[in-house]
């Protein structure tokens, strides 16, 4: 069955079906545009920690060796199934199943509050001698690749939160498709920035 | 829920495949010292589960070509970056 046409969203007439046409693109050009200018910033910074560790390889593998790899593990884990929640809704929300796509939204929230919450505890092991994570260019890096990425989860965990309210209190339409497949990929986005700077961090040596 | 997951068998498959990935990358690493050979796998594995996120999560197999060769640039670059760092 067709997309809901201009025609239909002006009636509020809600006519999906559970998958998309053929052709169907999710999001906009706007969102992609975003999406490629953070990976960009992002490319930078793996090219900076590159650079970094070429001064002093034996100090980055020493200190790394001291991060709590198995928490980033979990949180790897954590943001893959909430990006698989998060895709999983998009897809009840194209099928007209509004409720069941708000509740996988919520989901994949919910496991970013979790990330947040183990990346917290992490941190707070992590910074028990201050002198030592201050005189550190690995903790340097760490803490600005990890932050940055830390406040794309929050942002993530407010709009995924704030489109599963839109969804069960605004009409279904297009243009709202079109935000909630926009910030699905949003969130796609943080999932696959961890799975690069996990491994980069925690175990590559 | 299960007449989803059915319908969109796809998703949970490629989920199944990246956490897959993700138990490997933890065996492999559960030794204490990780020599080279090793380094380079676990970033070209995390290289092929971006891939799997790009194509089946973010449904950039459905974008226009250049958004998919801007991705794949970005994806072949960082993963250069990172090789060569560890190299």
């Known amino acids: 069955m067709p997309i809901p046409t201009d025609k239909a969203e002006v009636a509020g007439v809600v006519a999906v079906g559970a998958r ?10 706007g969102i992609w545009v975003f999406i490629l200018v953070d990976l960009t910033f992002f490319a930078v910074l793996f090219l900076a920690f590159g650079i970094e560790r070429g001064k002093d390889p034996d100090l980055f593998n020493r200190t790394s060796d001291g991060l709590h790899a198995g928490l980033g593990l979990i949180n790897l884990f ?3 199934t909430s990006s698989w929640f998060a895709a999983l809704a998009v897809q009840a929300y194209r099928a007209n199943h509004i409720a069941l796509a708000a509740r996988l939204f919520c989901a994949a929230a ?25 005189d550190n260019p690995f903790f340097t890096m760490y803490f600005v690749m990890t932050g940055l990425h830390f406040l794309h989860v929050l942002i993530g965990v407010a709009l995924l939160l704030g489109m599963a309210r839109s969804m069960m209190l605004r009409r279904r339409t297009r243009s709202a498709l079109r935000r909630y497949e926009s910030t699905a990929i949003y969130w796609h986005m943080v999932d696959l920035l961890w799975i690069v700077i996990f491994p980069t961090l925690y175990l590559a040596r | ?15 199944l495949i990246v956490a897959g990935i993700t138990a490997v990358l933890a065996v492999l690493t559960a030794a204490t010292s990780v020599p080279p050979p090793v380094t380079y796998a676990i970033l070209l594995l995390a290289a092929a589960k971006v891939a799997v996120v790009m194509s089946e999560f973010m449904e950039l197999r459905m974008e226009p070509k250049g958004w998919r060769i801007a991705a794949a640039a970005w994806l072949v670059a960082v993963s250069a970056i990172l090789l060569v760092t560890f190299t």
Do not use: N
């Open chain 1, 78 to 80: 954590v943001l893959l």
């Open chain 1, 110 to 134: 919910g496991c970013g509050l979790v990330f947040a919450a183990v990346k917290v505890a992490e941190y707070r092991l992590e910074i028990f001698d201050v002198a030592a994570v201050a």
């Open chain 1, 20 to 29: 998309q046409p053929s052709g169907h693109r999710a999001g906009t050009d």
């Open chain 2, 1 to 15: 829920m299960r007449q989803l997951l059915r319908a969109h068998c796809r998703l949970t498959i490629a989920w």
